[in-house]
Structure formats: structure tokens, C-alpha cells
């Protein structure tokens, strides 16, 4: 009798949460006349993304394809309702004509429980905009000009490791390379650390780098979609020991460079400036207006910044040099051109400078095409922070409605970009580009929130392929897919998989 009427209960609150569900939750987009992808009890449309069947950017992609024509349209994600902007005029109101409104990406940040999450790429409202003026002078030109030997000299270590298997002419992993060079590339700037990555394949900072991008599909989902559940059962994103990991690094090098003295030209020697004086000194050739912008940061607010510097720069950087040489081994004929140009410009300058690198415009289409077909971020989170109306719509946004834009889908789109599947350089010659809505390519986002390490993000990824051209040639190996597949289990696009080439000295 007992067992016959817990099972009853049972059956009766399932009923109740699916009934509440269906007609409640789940008429949210109804009542407000917005079309929407009809859900399912009690995931919403998220299913296939949780259970890691499809990630989550091609999963917005295949929605984006299918309703765009609606320019608006709602779905859900368990009980939170999103709305999904398809249209490029009302994508660039989000992002900035209306930013005052959407200034926030509802991101998952707790100082408290998480400090490492109190970084610029999370942090909501005033706290946001506080920082990012004080972060803002760590990526002028100028500073960048200072990191560059840095650049140069991990690129100059992954050829010396690369040198033997390229005169074998041998298959090489490079997505693992990568990830290597890469992370060499931000210890050093961004905690002053020589990690050695490339020589030592079990090194602690590749290790640790690569756990911050292990993350579970439905923890993905909870961090972009429903944050508030993190904070109310007080849940870090960032594993404990991964957040004490970085935050002991990140103290003793501050210790160390402020017991000697010692000052060097990196992200490192910017945030100890913040942490001392609350500014950064005047870059040479930019004016820096730092008004309002003089109180200190603490250890672990600056510690935040050298992390989220590490988490955007790493993956980010590693997978779009993986995807350009993973489409310039398919296309000869694209690796020849831009090898003749970065040869001449090399001759030019007598050796690879700032100045040389930013002459090679060919490139740098190569570049954007990469990131065109593969953008590292495939979507992006706004939050309506104050209730408005979306001009051209009749829809009045509520505040708290969580705003998605599916970027792979904008990139993907025929009707953007003809053929989208072809890898096409010449798409971003000048006269392409006008023919454009400017809000078409969305890489690094746009508006006031748009990535402040874009510049630097791009130096990193050229100086790689540069110093590779130069002096290896990569061919296509049959062990690698096509297409390639991509990691479900990450809210960045990545391969997953191993992604092997062919490498020649020429």
C-alpha cells in the first residue's frame, strides 16, 4: 500500500510539473506573439545539445537556417525563454545602437565562491565597465609592438621542434602543436612564465590549460542559459584546483618581479600597474585618458584578468591557426600565394617586425576566411537589461530576456555568403566586404563589448603561420575527416579529434 502511494504521488507531481511546464513556462513566447521552435517537457530545445549529440553553435546554426526568415523567434532552454535574433539590422541594434539596454552577456560570474569568474569577458554592468577602462591601454598598439619579440621567439621554438619531422616529411598532430605554441605564448605574457610547452609534453600549464575547456554539455548550458541555478546553489564554473592552480602562479610572479624589481613588456607588468597605481603609464604612441579610472584592483581581481587573457586566447588562437592550415593543406594553391607574399615582405624588411606582419594582407583574408567559416565563438548572449521595445518588431522585450545571436549561422548563411562551405580568401577583398552588412562578421563580436584582445589575438595567430610558411609546407593526410567534426563538449568551436598534416622543409 505504501509503495502503491508513492507511486501515485510520484505520477501526480510529474503530471503537475509537465502540465506547469506545458501551459505555463512554456506559453511564455505565445502570449507575447513571438514565433517560436515548439518545445519539448521539460528541456525545452536544448535537447539534442545537453545529451552532446550536436554542439552548441551548430545546434543554433541548423535553428538560425531553418527560421531566420521570421527575424525573430523564441525557444527554450529548460524553463528559460531566449529570444534568437536572425536579422543583421536588429543583431547591430543589440549590440550597440540599443547597448545601454544589452550591455550585459548574462555570463555566470561569483566573486565570492569563484574569483577567476570576476573577469572582464563576465562581469555585468558597472563592474564591466570599470575594468574595461583600465584593461583598455593593455591592448593599444603600441603594447602590443612590446609583446611581439614574445610572439617571435615561442614561433622560433615550435620550428626548432618541428625541424626533424619536416625533413622526414612525417605526419604531424597540429591541433596539439598548437595548443602548445599557444599556451607558451600567453604564460608569457600574461604571468611573465617560460612553460616550455612545446618541449615538455607534460607540462603542468598545458595540463591545466587544456582541463579549463573540459566541460560537461549541460554545464555549458547552466553558464550561458541559466547562470542564476550556479549562484543559487552556489556552484564554481572553474574547477578548485584549476582556480588555486592559476591564482598561486599568478601571486608568486607578482611576489617575485615586485621583491627584484624586475619589469618586462607584458600583460604581467600591465596588471601589476593596475594593482600599484590603479592605472597603466601612457603608451608612447597612444594618449590614454584615464579619468576615473584610478582606483587599484586587488590581486585576485587582476589574477581574474590574466586568467580570462589565458581561457580567450589559448583555444581561440591554437584552433583558428588549426583550421587555417587544416583548409591551406586542402588548397595548394591558397598556401602557394600566401607564401609568395609572406617571402617577399620577409625580404622586404629583412625580417619579421610588427610593421612586416601587418603588410600581408593576403594573409590576413586567410585569416578572417578562417575565422568566417570557423568563428571561435559560434554565438553570443546579450540580457535585456531595461525593457524596450525592438524597433521594426512588435515585440516589447522584457528585462532579464536572455538575446542570442548564432553567429556560425550568420557566417554560414548562402544568402550572406555564397557557397559558405567553399574557403574563399577572396571574399574579404575590399569591394566584397562593402557589398556586406558590416554586422555579417561577428568574430570578435561588435559594439562596446566587442573583444578587446582582438589585435592581439590576430598577432598571435599570424606570427605562427608566418614563421610556419616561411620554411615548411603542409599537405592534407588522409587520417584527417572531412568535413571535420566538432567538440560537443565545448561552447567554443573546436575539432574534435586529431587534425594531422603532412610537413616538408622546402
Not at 510520484?10 to 517560436?36: D, E, P, T
Not at 570576476?118 to 609592438?145: E, H, Q, S, V, Y
Request: with cysteine; charged share 25%; hydrophobic share 40%.
Amino acid at each position: 500500500m505504501v509503495l502503491a502511494e508513492l507511486i501515485g504521488i510520484f505520477i501526480i507531481a510529474l503530471s503537475i510539473i509537465y502540465i506547469y511546464y506545458k501551459y505555463v513556462i512554456f506559453n511564455f513566447w505565445y502570449k507575447k506573439g513571438v514565433f517560436y521552435v515548439k518545445p519539448i517537457v521539460p528541456t525545452g530545445n536544448v535537447s539534442s545539445f545537453i545529451t552532446g549529440k550536436i554542439q552548441i553553435g551548430v545546434f543554433l546554426r541548423d535553428l538560425y537556417m531553418k527560421y531566420k526568415d521570421h527575424r525573430v523567434f523564441g525557444i527554450y532552454a529548460f524553463f528559460k525563454p531566449i529570444l534568437v535574433i536572425a536579422d543583421l539590422d536588429l543583431i547591430r541594434t543589440v549590440l550597440t545602437k540599443e547597448f545601454t539596454s544589452f550591455h550585459d552577456r548574462g555570463m555566470y560570474t561569483n566573486e565570492n565562491i569563484d574569483p577567476l569568474s570576476a573577469n572582464l569577458f563576465f562581469l555585468p554592468g558597472k563592474k564591466w565597465r570599470k575594468l574595461r577602462a583600465k584593461i583598455t591601454p593593455t591592448f593599444t598598439t603600441g603594447r602590443i609592438k612590446q609583446m611581439f619579440p614574445i610572439l617571435k621567439k615561442c614561433s622560433g621554438k615550435l620550428l626548432k621542434n618541428l625541424e626533424s619531422k619536416a625533413q622526414m616529411g612525417e605526419s604531424i598532430e597540429i591541433k596539439n602543436i598548437l595548443a602548445r605554441y599557444s599556451i607558451d605564448v600567453i604564460m608569457s605574457t600574461a604571468f611573465g612564465i617560460e612553460s616550455n610547452c612545446i618541449q615538455d609534453l607534460s607540462s603542468d600549464y598545458f595540463v591545466q590549460g587544456k582541463k579549463i575547456f573540459k566541460l560537461n554539455p549541460i554545464w555549458i548550458a547552466l553558464l550561458m542559459f541559466m547562470p542564476k541555478i550556479m549562484d543559487l546553489f552556489s556552484i564554481p564554473l572553474i574547477d578548485k584546483c584549476i582556480s588555486n592552480f592559476y591564482i598561486n602562479v599568478f601571486r608568486e610572479n607578482v611576489k617575485y618581479r615586485q621583491t627584484h624589481n624586475i619589469i618586462k613588456n607584458d600583460f604581467m607588468n600591465l596588471l601589476i600597474q593596475l594593482m600599484e597605481k590603479g592605472y597603466i603609464d601612457d603608451d608612447d604612441n597612444e594618449t590614454i585618458n584615464m579619468s576615473g579610472t584610478t582606483k587599484k584592483i586587488t590581486m585576485l581581481e587582476a589574477a581574474a584578468q590574466s586568467f580570462v587573457f589565458i581561457a580567450a586566447g589559448f583555444e581561440s588562437s591554437s584552433t583558428t591557426a588549426t583550421f587555417a592550415l587544416y583548409e591551406l593543406a586542402q588548397h595548394q594553391d591558397i598556401q602557394d600565394k600566401v607564401r609568395e607574399e609572406i617571402d617577399e615582405i620577409l625580404e622586404k624588411h629583412n625580417d619579421l617586425s610588427y610593421d612586416a606582419m601587418n603588410e600581408m594582407i593576403y594573409l590576413h583574408k586567410i585569416i578572417n576566411e578562417t575565422m568566417r567559416k570557423y568563428p571561435p565563438l559560434p554565438m553570443m548572449n546579450r540580457v535585456c537589461t531595461e525593457e524596450l521595445d525592438l524597433p521594426t518588431t512588435n515585440i516589447r522585450v522584457p528585462k532579464g530576456t536572455l538575446i542570442t545571436v548564432p553567429v556560425l549561422g550568420l557566417h554560414r548563411d548562402p544568402s550572406i555568403y555564397p557557397d559558405p562551405d567553399k574557403f574563399d580568401p577572396e571574399r574579404f577583398n575590399k569591394d566584397e566586404i562593402a557589398k556586406r552588412h558590416p554586422y555579417a562578421y561577428l568574430p570578435f563580436g561588435e559594439g562596446p563589448r566587442k573583444c578587446i584582445g582582438e589585435r592581439f589575438g590576430y598577432a598571435q595567430v599570424k606570427v605562427v603561420l608566418i614563421c610556419l610558411l616561411a620554411k615548411y609546407r603542409f599537405k592534407f593526410h588522409s587520417r584527417t575527416r572531412v568535413p571535420l567534426c566538432f567538440n560537443e563538449r565545448s561552447a567554443g568551436l573546436t575539432v574534435r579529434g586529431h587534425v594531422h598534416l603532412i610537413i616538408e622543409q622546402r
